[in-house]
């Protein structure tokens, strides 16, 4: 594996290996941008201060093969969410969705073949993103923003937009699924990958090299070091995740962050219309 100048590059940025790297707060961000650990005052003392834009993060419980615990995406979509709001200056973010569709659970299809995952129906899944658009909007927010870091969820995040888009038409409440941060050719993780010798991970996997990496830079006690196996049948694991490492799920976390950001930008700029 050829990790070459950008692990060079990673190394002498200054603070680039942790959180820090992505807070870059706005002028109202308080000291916390998580609705759920602010009081129902201080959210409302944000909200008048002109914080009227709220993520919706969506994650999920599914396996992630031997070596990455149940919860990948949460933790990862988490610290995401947090990185766009800070970056934005003028965004909370709501507790992530942890329960989303993972298969048939009547047979067991899908993610759900594995012990510990817990799937939803889609239906299901959209009426908590439409009711929880409708509990922010309810009390003054005016922008929500879907970001979803599993592939299952986008769908439901797409028709929940749309169905919210289409009620709230004529308003001030807007509603935008963020489909650029999940998708590696539009947020620029294939590219990255192929030009950096690493063109064997620039497909789609599951708990791949991609996955790995990432859950190693946000969360590395749900990495099972010792257990990180090769693709093979049986262990829910598609693509190769060795190799994986902090510094690379750093760069690929922060591709699929800047593509967000800008994505939100173009929103905004042509005032909530892709």
Known sequence: MRLGPWLISLLLTAGLAGPAAW??????????????EMTWGEVAAARDQG?????????????????????????IVRRAAEAVARDLG??????????????????????????GTISVPEAVFR????????????????????????????????????NLNWEWAGRRTRVLHITDYYNPEANGQFNWLRQNGLAAAAEGGHADLRDTSELMAVHPDGVRGAMIPRASPGTGVRGNPRGASALLGEKLL???????????RRWRAHDGKE
């Open 127 to 162: 009426a908590v993103l439409e009711a929880t658009a409708r509990s922010f909007r309810a009390h003054g927010f005016t922008e929500i923003l879907l970001l979803g870091d599993s592939g299952g969820n986008q769908s439901g995040q797409a028709e929940a937009a749309e």
């Open 51 to 75: 914080m009227r834009t709220v993520i919706i993060p969506t994650g999920g419980i599914e396996q992630g093969g031997p070596h990455l615990v149940l919860g990948k995406h949460n933790h």
């Open 254 to 264: 922060q591709l699929k962050i800047d593509a967000a950001l800008a994505q939100i």
């Open 23 to 36: 807070a870059k707060p706005g002028n109202n961000t308080p000291a916390t941008v998580f609705v759920a």
């Open 90 to 115: 003028d965004a909370l973010v709501a507790p992530v969705v942890v329960y989303a569709p993972e298969g048939s659970i009547n047979p067991p299809r899908g993610h759900m073949a594995f012990p």
